[in-house]
Nanobody, 123 residues
């Protein structure tokens, strides 16, 4: 059974920073494409960022490009999302997901999901 556990979400002021972490309990983590998605209240879940199995290739949504950075550490089965210059519109539940050999923005390609961690950006 694959489990993904996110952490790091909290209340932060506009302009602040957070780092989200996602620990993945799967033997084959180092071969998994990984992604972060988010879902604001009343909205569809949307793609945020993705990283390939090695960490060499990443892709970020236009709305977060230049502010957020996805990375991974295969030695400890963890993927990160560094979020800088946070804005109120970044408020959402953030989900980590694993996609097997795929990495990219297509939500339906992701096989396993975490429970999410709440990020609230407010003054």
């Amino acid at each position: 059974q694959v489990q993904l556990v996110e952490s790091g979400g909290q209340l932060v002021h506009p302009g602040g920073s957070l780092r989200l972490s996602c620990v993945v309990s799967v033997v084959t983590f180092s071969s998994q494409g990984m992604g972060w998605f988010r879902q604001a209240t009343g909205k569809e879940r949307e793609f945020v960022a993705t990283v390939n199995w090695s960490g060499r290739h990443t892709y970020h949504a236009d709305s977060v490009k230049g502010r957020f950075t996805i990375s991974r550490d295969n030695a400890i089965n963890t993927v990160y999302l560094q979020m800088n210059n946070l804005k109120s519109e970044d408020t959402a539940v953030y989900y980590c997901a694993a996609a097997g050999s795929y990495y990219g923005s297509m939500r339906e390609k992701y096989l396993y999901w975490g429970q999410g961690t709440q990020v609230t950006v407010s003054s």
